[in-house]
Each structure stands twice: as C-alpha cells, then as structure tokens.
C-alpha cells in the first residue's frame, strides 16, 4: 500500500526532455540480455538511484488477464524462498493447495454460475452470496489456507530489510507499456540492492497470491469506483480507444481480476520478466569500475526467456465519427476533449507538446482566456500523449483538452471556448516572442528536472523502454527547433471533429458542493494530475494501522526534498490531507474531505 501514495509525486513529472546539459551513460549487457544504464554522478554524495524496468504493461494483455501487468507489481514486493517466509517448504504447500481450490472454484464459477446468470437466476456469478454450497465449501477452505499461511509468513519484510540498512523509497508503478521498480540506497549498499532485486526475479514465490487478488480489488474500488469521476473516465478511454489495448484500464477489469490463475501467472512471468525484457538503470554516487562485478554476479545468473515477448500488433483503426459521453457524477462540472495524434517520438510529437505549453501554465492562453478573461473556468490544461503516471504511451498517442467551471458557468462554454483556442492556432501562427518564452519555459522546467539522481533514473528507464534513452539528449533540440508553422501544421492535421471524442460531467442532483483546497490543487498542477493525487489520498485514507499512516508520512518526510517545485503543492496537498486522517484515527482532528 505505502508504494501507491509515493508513485503519485515521484513519478508524475519524470518525463519532461533535459536542455542544454547532455548525460553522459554507460552501456554495459549482460550475457543473457539484461541491459544496464550507468550514470556515475557524485553531486548527492552515499546515494544511488537504483531501478529496474520490465518492458510489460496492460497493452501486452489480452481480454481475460486484464491487469495482471499490474497484479504483478503487487506480487514482487511479497518476496522469495529467501524473504518474506519462515518456512519455505510449508509455504509452497500452501500455495500448491490454493492452486488447486481456487482452480475448483473457476470450474464451478464459468460453468454451474455462468450458465445461472445468463438464465437470470443470480444477478452476479462472482458474488459469493450467490454461491451453491459446494462453493461455499470452496470457499471457506481456501480463505482458511490463506489465513493459516500468515502463520509463515513474515508480512513486508522485503521493504523491511531495505530500510533497517538505510535504504529509502522504495517503489513501483505499472503503466500501459512498462513496469517500474525503484529505490534509494546508500552507496555501501549497492551490493544489496544487486543481491535482493535479483532473487526477486529469480526466485519470486507469488506469495499470497489469491489474498493479493482482494488488495487489488480493494485498490480499484479506491482508485476507480470510490472516486467522483473515476469510473466515467475508464468508460471514456474505451470508448476513446477503439481498437487498440490501451481501451481497457491498467488495472483491469473486475472479472478478469477474479479470473487469472498461478499458471497464467507463471507463464506470462516467464515471457515479461526474463532478463532479456529488462532493463536496469543505476544513477549516483558509484565507479562502474567496482559494480560491474556485482551486476554480472548477482544478475549474470538470470536466465535469458525461451520465449521472445510478442509484438503489440493491434493498432488503433482511424476514427471515423465524433463521440461523445454525457456523465453525472459527484464532482465539479467539467470537460474533456480528447484526440487521436501520434505515439511518443513521433515527428509531430515535438510540435503537438509544444502546442500544449502555448496552451498551458499561468501566463499560458487557456488560462488567459478561460480562468482570468472569460471567468468561466477554475482552470484549464493540456497535453499531448500522457498516461497513467504521467509515463509517455509507447504505441499511439492522444492530446487532450480538460476544465472545470467556476460559478454558475457550464461544460458547454468550457468546451466552446476550447474550440475558439483551437482556431486561432489553426489559423494564425503563434508570435515568435510568445513561442520563445514557452521555449524558455520548457528549457528551464527540462533542466531543474535533471538536477536529482533520482528522477534522472526514472527519466532514463522510461526513454529506455520508448527506444532509446538519448532521446533525454536529443529531444530539447527538436522542441527548441519547433516553429509556429509547425504548430499551426499540426493544429490543422489532428483536430478534426471527426477525430475527436467529447465527455461532459455534470453535477448528479443533491451531490455535495465544491472543494475548494482541491480545486485550488486543480488550479496550480491541473486537474490531470491533481485528480491522480487525490484518487492516492482516498486509498490512503482506506488505511486504519496508525503504524503503517506514520511510516508513510515519514518516507514521504524524507523525500520531500527531491520533489520537483512545480509538484511540491500536490505533495503537500496529499501530505496534509495524509496528517489529518492520521489525526482523526488518533482523536485529535476531524478527518480530512
């Protein structure tokens, strides 16, 4: 759990291009097809960025195991033979006999439960209340194995012997096209990072995994179902994406969630998951020289897959016809625009982000327009092909217009004025003095990002997996190169109403009123990202240990620093929001809204 609220402010604002300043990186492949990034760099002395990317997301999925990409990343963090157990011999038992029930029970679910429904004698196969007694008998045996396999268990110990040695951070997050672990170490602990992040991957036990199956549940409700807008939003991208395996959400559909066995597991561990599908990033305070050794040792002994991971082949067929989704939902009105462009690196993809930083920021001109001149908007964004996290989609890309209205104003004027923006960059080209003030702009976010080793290790394991990590030295050229004819080009090829799909949200009757701290959240980091914040926070709040609520504030205490400044009111926000549930399980506040 403590690994979600972190993703949010560490990842969502990793994937800006660098300026000026070019990264030097070492190439080093293993035998086996491991590849490692080193960027030796001393300016944060005794710590290194360390990380791993599997080159796996929800687009290698297919209907039926939607979301394991993601289910996985759970799964990682429950150790091997090694950690996370007492008895390794006692623990594979376990496993073994949870295999096999839980097989029992998809029998009996996708045939006897399948055939009552689609007859309309029970209104959910899956329910347990709806269960015939030879499930129930099921039922009750496995949710008995996995209680008496705590007694072997040693719950978090993975993160546990991080940091009692001084590590710190330590984190994962799983997007369309990718599946990121990363952690902090001390720079004399390197050897402990080789030696437990290879065992993982060699000798991972899918431990719990049926009662892991329940957190993930419990994480949708809390990410997707629990939250104002999330469930409309998941609708939208499947109707947006028509075709293409970013239609369906990261982390998946419920009955898939329920449907996945260990051998499906096993199978697409051993496909994702081998070295020659990884990557390894090592930023920080370290001489190649003395880790090569340790990564050949440790990661030498991975063995290369069998099976060479298949292409994501489907591509997105043209859309045709505007769509459009009209929702009622317990939030703020607002509006989303959403267009098909082009995937990450595309050659258009220079001049469409540029586009969206015209657009974007205080002195950008939906502000200008929407939030100062007309007053109809609490605040308005833009961006150019972004997804869950904020990581770049690797396979087709997607620009998107989003605000909220202030006052008595509707959707139907936010999305009117959007379109007013549009033209004008349809039809009149951008002054040179606006587009080298958003040049400058983009320059200087680009290199404060560079400055935290941290952040440069996630920068480099995603361009990475995109196809290239020089990408963080060429890409500041090309949007520096970017003219207003360019913009005006590309505002002209990809914003057709045919393209385009609209969703619309009004305030369900009798829902509450406005949440003024998050809408001035929304207002200073967009409402993109502030919404990811504040769906990390509604999970968080799920949690009663007060153990747990302090270890998370005190990690998140001790990387507030490398938090980027434009994210810093997010990461506040979801500190303080954080404290106050904390406060409220001790008696001293009311809880946080």
Known sequence: MRRLVLAAAFAISCVAPVFAQQVKVEEFTLDNGMKFLLVPRHEEPNIIAAGWVAKVGSANERPGITGISHFFEHMMFKGTDTIGTKDPVKDAEFRATQTRLRGEILKLTFGEQYTRWKA????????????SPRLKELRAELNQSMQDQKAVTKQNEFDQVYTN????????????????????????????WAWMESDRLLGSTFREFYAERDVVHEERRMRTESTPTGIYQEQFDSIFWQSHPYHWPIIGWTSDLNSYTMEQAQDYFNIYYRPNNLIGVIVGDFDPAAVKPMIESYFGRLERGSVEPPAVSTLEMPQLAESRMNAECDCQPQVEVRYHTVPFNHKDSFALEMMANVLNGRTGRLYKAMVEGKKIASNAGASQSTAEFAAPAKYAGAFSYSAEVKGDATP???????????????????????LQKVKNQVAANSYRRLQSNFFLMVQLGIFELMGDWEYINQSSGKLQAVTAEDIQRVANTYFAKTNRAVATYTRKAGSGGEDTEFLALQEKIGPQMANQIKAQVKQMQSIKDVAILQKILQDAGANKDRVPAEMKAGFDYMIKQLEAHLASLQGDAPAAQ
């Open 165 to 192: 040695l001084g590590a710190s951070g330590m984190n994962a997050f799983t997007s369309y096209d990718m599946t990121f672990y990363f952690i902090n170490v001390p720079a004399n602990k390197f050897e402990l």
């Open 412 to 434: 139907q004027q936010l999305e009117e004025g959007w379109y007013e923006e549009l033209a004008k960059l349809q039809k009149e080209l951008v002054p040179d003095n606006e």
């Open 120 to 131: 309309g004698e029970i209104d959910d196969p899956w329910d347990p209340v709806n269960d």
